[in-house]
């Protein structure tokens, strides 16, 4: 009775859990460490109201696949037409380019360090290499159970290791509430940019659109599907926030120095020489675990955007669950892992710079298109409603000042 209970509750929060573990990642540790840094715990706010925001999004995607039994991507194709397709390929193929090598880089150095403490002594390229080409492997073998396991294990470590590391920073219990709660920034050059970048870098960008495909796997259905779907979303956009407050905490002690992924070293060494070096190496198993996820679910994810696009354009009729038998996935499967590796011959600062830019120009779009589609293309039971159009709209404004604020 005990193992069916936790078997429904797994299967309740899996979709929500893939798509947190695959959101939380290397732009999750720098954004949120390195402003916590800058403002401290005086931003705390801007990491619930990024959450937010990323929920809405999210909402909006299952929403539109329960209604119409379509992907986000067939919709766009199918209605937007001409416009989102040259959108995509001026966006897709530079995206998976910058967020592939930001992955590969940050793997290699954490996985590195990780090594490096269980008495192995490699490079930031051969643990980099080495992890894009066990996730290749893994998912070649095409199977979503060994994946979703795995998946899930990484979710524990990490949920284990930085939830044990934030308490050990001494920030008063006075100072995280009034973060949280009463919205500020501090009058400093740049606090703006930092507290913009915080709410952005929330989640993920391109793989929010990933969770229908993980929806698809759920057998839910209907309006009952999309109440399950909300309860799973608000669940994993929960862990996401606890996990970037965390970093903010930690890193508005814990982050002395260092640029780009030198901010894992900076912590580790803070937790070593202050708490205890048992806590600076559980840091750096904690950030690892959300780097590996990350790149694992990426890898697995991005490509059936690929396919579906690919298979949408073709006039082809695909179900979401075969995507992963085609060629078209197993050849966007094999350049994403493979390609980026070139990026290891570049600073990690300059490819999460150009991630970082790439990335900020995907979540208007989204927000414009799911206020076009969920409002002119389906029933009138799976409309949304003022106050979602409210939100969504509030989201498209957010979304193009954060954007036009990174050029301008």
């Given at each position: ?189 740049g606090a703006l ?95 690892w675990a959300a ?113 036009l604020y990174k050029?301008?």
């Amino acid at each position: 009775m005990a193992a069916t209970a936790f078997s429904r509750a797994y299967l309740f929060i899996l979709p929500g859990l893939l798509m947190a573990m695959t959101g939380v990642g290397v732009g999750d540790l720098a954004t949120a460490g390195f402003t916590g840094a800058q403002l401290g715990t005086s931003v705390l706010w801007a990491v619930l109201l990024g959450g937010m925001f990323k929920y809405i999004l999210t909402e909006g995607i299952a929403r539109w696949q329960l209604a119409t039994q379509t992907s986000i991507i067939q919709g766009a194709i199918a209605h937007l037409r001409i416009p989102f397709i040259i959108f995509m390929i001026i966006y897709f193929v530079p995206w998976c380019w910058f967020v592939g090598g930001a992955l590969i880089n940050a793997a290699g150095v954490a996985g590195k360090e990780v090594m490096f403490l269980m008495g192995f002594d490699v490079t930031k390229a051969q643990a980099g290499i080495a992890h894009s080409a066990l996730a290749l492997i893994l998912l070649l073998m095409g199977r979503q159970a060994v994946f979703n396991r795995l998946m899930s294990v990484l979710a524990v470590v990490l949920f284990l290791t930085v939830l044990s590391c934030v308490i050990m920073v001494p920030v008063s219990p006075q100072a995280i509430l009034s973060g949280l709660f009463v919205p500020s920034i501090p009058d400093q050059v740049g606090a703006l940019s930092w507290t913009i970048a915080l709410m952005g870098g929330v989640g993920g960008t391109l793989t929010v659109i990933c969770y229908g495909y993980w929806l698809a796997n759920s057998e839910r259905e209907g309006l009952a599907g999309l109440k399950t779907s909300r309860w799973d979303i608000a669940i994993s956009y929960s862990f996401t926030c606890l996990f970037g407050i965390a970093m903010v905490i930690i890193g508005s002690v814990a982050v002395q120095e260092g640029k780009g992924l030198n901010l894992l070293l900076s912590v580790s060494e803070y937790f070593s020489h202050h708490i205890h070096p048992f806590m600076g190496g559980l840091f750096l198993v904690g950030a690892w675990a959300a780097i590996f996820s990350s790149l694992l679910g990426v890898w697995q994810a991005v490509p059936l955007i690929f396919a579906d696009g690919f298979h949408s354009l073709k006039g082809e009729s695909r179900s979401l669950k075969v995507l992963p038998e085609s060629t078209a996935y197993k050849a966007w499967l094999v350049a994403l892992a493979l390609v980026p590796i070139l990026s290891l011959v570049m600073s990690f600062k300059e490819v999460q710079k150009l991630y970082s830019v790439v990335g900020a120009f995907f979540m208007p779009i989204l927000a414009l298109t799911l206020l076009w589609l969920n409002n002119k293309h389906v029933t009138a039971n799976f409309k949304n409603s003022i106050l979602l159009n409210s939100a969504l709209v509030l989201v498209l404004v957010f979304f193009v000042f954060a954007s036009l604020y990174k050029w301008l």
